[in-house]
């Protein structure tokens, strides 16, 4: 009989230790479960694990970091319980400057904190496209405008005027020179703007005038009256030219009496004291004019432009006399010749 108490006592004990055993063990696996929030993206859900450090979890969670992927805590840390666990993952984008494109990636979705990330630094007037603090989607383009400013100094012509004073001393039609124009010198700065290495703009920032214009003066004639020893008479131009002399000779003429036009002049009239040969280019046929000697000669005077001749180009005139030994007299002399009105 004490027998059997004896091994009844020994089988509560061991019926016991098992009990608390079990209870044990149930309070270990119930302290070592955690409560984690896993959140990719911004998307989060929660999971209940047993893991031991952050790197057993993602395996478990079959989650693969990539080479740039952010995560908030490090794979070696001992998970706890209630712990807020955050990855994002790099998405790629494009970076151009210029002409140059790259392909990047970036846990990021502000352009200052890719370019942060990057390690690229702006200058005080670089800017980018989308702005600095705007947000940009995955595969978007960011461009980097690279701003240079460079102020250059160059030498610019300053143009003279022209002044023109209007005299009744001088004859209508001539032009007289008083003085000399000569152009200035001054030199600009100019500010010039490069984006990405092309000119955009340039704006003019400072002159100074290093040498000062001198104006062109002339003197135009206005005197339409001319007064000779024939009596006053008004004209409408003047023009200074080579003049000489023919008669009705076969020297001059290239005719004798007897052949067809000879005394004829090419408007068709007759060859007399008053009719000259001209160029038609220069003075139309059927003009009014007077010729004034400039040697102090008589004046050859009132006139017609009836007749041309082979060597009577540009500004020469060819007076016609009625005698060889007037023609010899006269030679060759300069003379006026006024354009009557």
Sequence with gaps: MEEFSNTKANHIKV?????????????????????????????????????????????????????KSYINTPLDAKLEDNMK??????????????????????????????????????????????????????????????????????????????IVKKTDKLDLGVVNVIQKGEDGLKKVKIKKVYENGQLISEDIIGEEVVKEPVPKITEKGTRNV????????????????????????????????????????????????????????????GTRLYVESLDGTKDYGFCVAEDTGGAIKGNKIDLFFPTAAEVRNFGRRKVKVYILE
């Design 85 to 162: 666990i955050i990855i994002k993952t790099a998405k790629p984008y494009i970076l151009s400057i210029g002409d140059k494109k790259l392909d990047i990636e970036s846990v990021n979705t502000r352009v200052v904190d890719i370019l942060k990330e990057l390690d690229i630094e702006l200058g005080e007037k670089d800017y980018t496209y989308p702005a600095l603090n705007d947000q940009v989607a995955p595969g978007m383009e960011i461009q980097i405008i690279k701003v240079r400013e460079v102020v250059e100094e160059a030498e610019e012509t300053i143009p003279h005027d022209e």
């Design 226 to 285: 001319k007064t000779s020893s024939r009596g006053n008479f008004r004209y409408k131009k003047v023009l200074t030219m080579t003049a000489t002399a023919y008669d009705l000779s076969y020297e001059s003429t290239g005719k004798r009496p007897g052949d067809k036009y000879y005394g004829i002049t090419a408007s068709g009239t007759k060859a007399r004291r008053g009719v000259v040969a001209v160029d038609p280019r220069v003075i139309p046929l």
């Design 15 to 67: 019926l016991t230790v098992l009990a608390l055993a079990t209870t044990l063990s149930l309070g270990v696996y119930m302290q070592s479960t955690k409560d984690i929030t896993i959140s990719i993206d911004d998307e989060s859900y929660e999971i209940r694990t047993h893991a031991n450090t952050l790197e057993e979890l993602l395996s478990s969670e079959g989650i693969i970091l990539g080479e």
